[in-house]
């Protein structure tokens, strides 16, 4: 005797009962994107290169440079000082 009751065929539902199995493959794109970014993470974590250190270095000096020349910059002043 099986647990479930009998059902009229005119009353089964359309929609399966039970899930059909599915085919699980090793690397989908969900997967490989969740590696990718593992990699990145990791690349992340070493810290700075020193191509990107020479890089930071010469904005702020460059950028100090522009903040001093427009500190003493003496504009064009009519009385001659």
Do not use: C, F
């Amino acid at each position: 005797m099986s647990k479930k009751p009998p059902v009229p065929a005119q009353n089964q539902s359309p929609y399966p009962i039970e899930e059909p199995p599915h085919d699980h493959a090793p690397d989908n794109e969900t997967v490989a994107i969740v590696r990718e970014m593992a990699a990145a993470k990791q690349r992340r974590a070493a810290g700075p290169n020193a191509r990107q250190l020479g890089i930071g270095a010469a904005v702020g000096v460059g950028s100090a440079a522009i903040v001093a020349g427009l500190l003493y910059w003496r504009g064009n002043r009519k009385d001659g000082k």
